[in-house]
């Protein structure tokens, strides 16, 4: 199976992405496979014998949100100098968001850019980061608040890889999913509610849907100006929850689990969702196992936070909001006693 990404502009060709259809990799270049620990002791020695190319050389990094930052780009960027690649050598995402994330800032910054690949090894990797070409790391005011917009010219999707993930990051994953099926796709999130994920047809079943549903958005937005922003649904808050937990106690999908349960609370209060669907929406989360409820410890820092989000501009904090399950909206007029209210919430 396999989904294709056409983009209007010139200056971005479209790419495939490939799902259970990987053989071998050929490329008439160099090539470098930026994995980290836990992947490489997993799968690295059987996914290099499924690459051919002109040198074939491995970055290992550490495993972990906590160093998704200019520290360990300088050091993929210091062994790619090491390994002599040049403008027509190629990287290789091997691994999950954090991997492809920075694997696809190095490339595009690499002598000015190179090509990449993702080959995602997680669930949330597979239906959602290594697709668009959103790449970047943390810092201390934020999470990806350094990168690019930089495409891939392919994607791989394996599910064989997702045979190794533990239960948590199974479920981390599954929050991407969910995210995607409440924003755009009410059948497909109705389907969701009884699927048993765990059988290999419903997994395939939800990867491809997922990654339809968000081929067609960033074909449509590229650079985030509009409808991909929507994709966003949780984030605003989650981003906050992992700066505050310093991107070490929680996975990137069970802080966007949290901020959809936060982000429905908000949009209850709007009359956007019903309390039914909040409701629905947080017992689902629960049905795969993710965390729903994270404790503020201080509202007003994480009220202040919200200004350093991406999609925020003129001191105006921009929110992604259910509207009914199938729909959305964006609104960034909500006053600051309502978000106040609902940050209470959870205190």
């Not at 290992?60 to 949100?65: A, L, V």
């Not at 765990?198 to 491809?208: F, M, Q, T, V, Y």
């Amino acid at each position: 199976m396999k989904v294709s990404i056409k983009f209007d502009a010139i200056s971005s060709p479209g790419y495939e992405v490939f799902i259970d259809e990987m053989r071998e990799l050929e490329f008439d270049t160099k090539v470098a496979i930026i994995t980290n620990e836990t992947i490489a002791k997993l799968h690295l020695e059987g996914f290099k014998k499924r690459v051919r190319a002109k040198e074939l050389y491995e970055v290992i990094i550490k495993d972990g949100e906590q160093y998704k930052n200019l520290n360990t780009i300088e050091y993929i960027l210091s062994e790619l100098f090491k390994f002599k690649l040049d403008r027509k050598s190629l990287l290789i995402a091997f691994g999950g968001g954090v991997v492809g994330d920075m694997s696809g800032f190095a490339a595009s910054i690499y002598q000015r850019g190179i090509d990449f690949v993702q080959v995602p090894t997680t669930l949330l990797a597979q239906v959602d980061a290594s697709v668009g070409g959103k790449t970047g790391v943390n810092n201390s005011f934020g999470k990806n608040l350094i990168g690019s917009f930089h495409q891939p010219r392919a994607v791989y999707c394996e599910s064989e890889f997702l045979k190794t993930l533990n239960a948590r990051e199974f479920s981390a994953g599954v929050a991407e999913i969910i995210k995607i099926a409440v924003m755009f796709d009410k059948s497909f999130y109705s389907w969701l509610e009884s699927a048993e994920l765990s059988r290999a047809g419903d997994l395939r079943e939800a990867i491809l849907k997922s990654v339809r549903i968000k081929a067609k958005v960033v074909a449509q937005d590229e650079k985030e100006a509009g409808v991909r922003a929507v994709l966003n649904y949780g984030h605003t808050f989650a981003h906050i929850i992992e700066n505050e937990t310093n991107y070490s106690k929680y996975l990137h999908g069970e802080a966007v689990a949290f901020g959809m349960v936060m982000a429905n609370e908000l949009a209850v209060k709007l009359g956007l969702l019903s309390r039914a669907e909040a409701d629905n929406i947080e017992n689902t989360l629960k049905r795969f196992s993710l965390p729903t409820r994270y404790k503020i410890q201080d509202i007003e820092r994480f009220y202040e936070a919200f200004f350093l989000d991406k999609k925020s501009s003129n001191s105006k904090i921009t929110f992604i909001l259910p509207h009914n399950i199938g729909g959305y909206a964006i609104k960034d007029d909500i006053d600051e006693k309502s978000i106040k209210e609902i940050l209470r919430i959870f205190s």
